[in-house]
């Protein structure tokens, strides 16, 4: 069975870090791009980042880019997000994706991680 | 980039089918066949209802199939159930190497 569990999640002050984890179990985690996803209580699903199964290729949405940064370890079965210079607008909750083809879709999710950036 | 375009709300009885559109451009869903869809309940996270526009994953009830025609898809669900109530997001894979959702979908069943 496919697992993906967050963690490293909490409240941070603006312009603080904070890095998530994302443990994967259950399937060859080196075959598949990993991505992250986010969702504010309430509203939508927003894309945030994505890094190919050898980091040969990585994304981001642009409205994270230059303060976020993706990482995988494929001997520990690991995909980080180092989130840096945090704002308001990034408090949502945190969803580590596999993705399959690439970006074609996103078939397993984990359970999701809070971050809320307030003072 | 703004989200993939659904509406806000969508509603049907019991054994009724709906249809849930989602609308993108040239760039997004009139330029790749990879629509998914996905169902979130709430507190829950979402999951894979249909990919590559119409495939369904194992364990998925037929009842769900997709379709695409330019630049929008669309989500069926036929025979509602009172447990089809949710939030549905379309998402495409875009020409900039992203992927987009749409603003998702609240399936009321009366």
């Known amino acids: 069975e496919v697992q993906l569990v967050e963690s490293g999640g909490g409240l941070v002050q603006p312009g603080g870090s904070l890095r998530l984890s994302c443990a994967a179990s259950g399937f060859t985690f080196s075959s598949y791009w990993m991505h992250w996803v986010r969702q504010v209580p309430g509203e939508g699903l927003v894309w945030v980042s994505r890094?190919?199964?050898?980091?040969?290729?990585?994304n981001y949405a642009d409205s994270v880019k230059g303060r976020i940064t993706i990482s995988r370890d494929n001997a520990k079965n690991t995909v980080s997000l180092q989130m840096n210079s945090l704002k308001a607008e990034d408090t949502a909750i945190y969803y580590c994706?596999?993705?399959?083809?690439?970006?074609?879709?996103?078939?397993?999710w984990g359970q999701g991680i809070v971050v809320t950036v307030s003072s | 980039q703004s989200a993939l375009t659904q509406p806000a709300s969508v509603s049907g009885s019991p054994g009724q089918s709906i249809t849930i559109s989602c609308t993108g451009t040239s760039s997004d869903i009139g330029g790749y066949n990879y629509v998914s869809w996905y169902q979130q309940h709430p507190g829950k996270a979402p999951k894979l209802m249909i990919f590559?526009?119409?495939d369904r994953p194992p364990g998925v009830s037929s009842r769900f199939s997709g379709s695409k025609s330019g630049n929008t898809a669309s989500l069926t669900i036929s025979g509602l159930q009172a447990e089809d109530e949710a939030y549905y997001y379309c998402s495409s894979y875009t020409s900039r190497k992203n992927s987009l959702f749409g603003g998702g979908t609240k399936l009321t069943v009366l």
């Open positions: 590559a526009v119409s």
């Open positions: 890094i190919k199964e050898d980091e040969s290729e990585i």
């Open positions: 994706v596999r993705g399959v083809g690439g970006s074609r879709y996103f078939d397993s």
